[in-house]
């Protein structure tokens, strides 16, 4: 059943930018030190090679990890969001976010929707759901759902409250060449309101964006 989709409210500007951002793991360079500054509405890709920090640069903008040095500013509507803070302003879909066995696909949106305080969670997750095809798999444990399925869960999870800023890390992962044309589709119509991060490699994903980041890292964590 089709579920009609409520007006959106009107998505606060957001921007972000990078000064000299860097990380490490150890001995081991997760980020090599780069800058940029982007202003959505807009969608840009960030690609380089594998462990050249793409993940780590991601997870920072959402406010999850903190950097080693350099600084990365979110700010929304005018007004400069601390890291601890983001969660209420980012959605990030990425391969780790992982989800209760034992719920529902819906039971597991719920969960979120209700820990984030939203005001109609039952709406906000049959529109989730319908966004990203799983409507007829609802009720179907997350033990059910194949891993693209899972894959289309995470980002009904990423906008489920409808953020400002979008985070997708490899976001056709798992995804066949429908999975592939919904993600075109949900990109094309988010960065018209907000502002979307794409971390991929894959050139059909990258060309999504308006912009591209090329993290120029070494690669594989090399020690620096």
């Known amino acids: ?17 990078a000064r000299n951002l860097a990380h490490r793991y150890g001995a081991r360079s997760a980020l090599e030190p780069m800058s940029f500054a982007l202003a959505g509405p807009m969608a840009a890709a960030v690609t380089g090679p594998n462990g050249s920090g793409k993940t780590t640069l991601l997870r920072i903008v959402a406010g999850l990890l903190r950097p080693q040095s350099g600084a990365c500013a979110l700010v929304i509507g005018g007004r400069e969001v601390a890291p601890g803070e983001r969660r209420r302003w980012v959605g990030y879909a990425g391969p780790a976010l992982a989800f209760y066995d034992e719920l529902s696909a819906a039971e597991n949106l719920t ?7 939203l005001a109609r969670p039952r709406q906000a997750v049959a529109e989730a759901l319908e966004r990203v095809g799983l409507s007829a798999r609802a009720s179907d444990r ?55 991060l794409i971390a991929t490699n ?13 993290l120029r890292g070494r690669g594989l964590g090399h020690p620096a």
């Open 111 to 117: 969960f979120a929707a209700e820990t984030r305080g």
């Open 202 to 214: 894959d050139e059909r994903e990258w060309r999504l964006a308006e912009q591209r980041i090329e």
């Open 1 to 17: 059943m089709s579920v009609a989709l409520a007006a959106a409210p009107a998505t606060p500007a957001a921007a972000c930018e």
């Open 142 to 196: 997350v033990t059910a759902l194949s891993s693209g399925m899972v894959q289309r869960l995470r980002l009904g999870f990423a906008l489920l409250h409808r953020p400002p800023v979008l985070l997708l890390d490899e976001p056709g992962s798992h995804l066949d060449e429908e999975g592939r044309a919904l993600v075109a589709r949900l990109v094309d119509e988010e960065r018209r309101q907000a502002l979307v």
